[in-house]
């Protein structure tokens, strides 16, 4: 199973950047899926999540500015970020719990991270 992130790029403060994680592999369910993030110096933290049937959950610091979504189908998963600040700028990484058969046929459910997409806003 892999996730690719991408997406990332330079934004002026107050533009807006589009994330997306997609999930590729022997997949048969993706459950809680989410966005983290990780800034110079500090611990990665969560930014937002979303459960299999669509409940999101936001950071205090993103809320009312990042939607998160997913398409269930395409194994896909997005981040509307609008009204960027520069304290959004940190590399983003993308996050979900996959369930799948293995090559010897034994299903299992494991925790799976994208390889991260830096998103830098300039004030």
């Known amino acids: 199973v892999q996730l690719q992130a991408s997406g990332g790029g330079l934004v002026q403060a107050g533009g807006s950047l589009r994330l997306s994680c997609a999930a590729s592999?022997?997949?048969?369910?993706?459950?809680?899926m989410g966005w983290y993030r990780q800034a110079p110096g500090k611990q990665r933290e969560l930014v937002a999540s979303?459960?299999?049937?669509?409940?999101?959950n936001y950071s205090d610091a993103v809320k009312g500015r990042f939607t998160i979504s997913r398409d269930n189908a395409n194994n896909t998963m997005y981040l509307q970020m609008n009204r960027l600040k520069s304290e959004d700028t940190a590399v983003y990484y993308c996050?979900?719990?996959?369930?799948?058969?293995?090559?010897?046929?034994?299903?299992?459910?494991?925790?799976?991270w994208g390889q991260g997409t830096q998103v830098t806003v300039s004030s």
């Open positions: 592999g022997s997949i048969h369910v993706i459950d809680d």
């Open positions: 996050n979900a719990a996959v369930g799948g058969w293995d090559s010897r046929g034994i299903y299992f459910m494991d925790n799976y």
């Open positions: 979303v459960t299999r049937s669509s409940i999101t």
